[in-house]
């Protein structure tokens, strides 16, 4: 089994930054892709950004990319999300995911096998 921890989230006003992690524990896997998704209130859960645990390749949502930016310490098991220059449509739970076998499709939230439990980020204008 595998537990995803998210932290960092929090208020913050437009323009200003915050730095998510989610702490992974349990289960190994050769070629796993972990990834971050957004849901606001009332819309579907939508990707984010993803990393590919063994080479470090990212993939970003056209809405992020230049401002968030994914990272991960294999180490630690821990995958990060710095955003910057966040705007109030930037307000949503963010839950982290693990996909064990990366398929290359990794923007559908099927396509993970486990979810984190969420963290709130609101952004004041």
């Known amino acids: 089994q595998v537990q995803l921890v998210e932290s960092g989230g929090g208020l913050v006003q437009a323009g200003g930054s915050l730095r998510l992690s989610c702490a992974a524990s349990g289960r190994t896997f050769s070629n796993p892709i972990m990834g971050w998704f957004r849901q606001a209130p009332g819309l579907e859960r939508e990707f984010v950004a993803a990393?590919?645990?063994?080479?470090?390749?990212?993939y970003y949502a056209d809405s992020v990319k230049g401002r968030f930016t994914i990272s991960r310490d294999n180490a630690q098991s821990t995958v990060y999300l710095q955003m910057s220059s966040l705007q109030p449509e930037d307000t949503a739970v963010y839950y982290c995911a693990l996909d064990r076998y990366y398929s290359g499709n990794y923007y559908s939230t099927s396509t993970y096998d486990y979810w984190g439990q969420g963290t709130q980020v609101t952004v004041s204008s």
């Open positions: 990393i590919k645990v063994s080479d470090g390749r990212t």
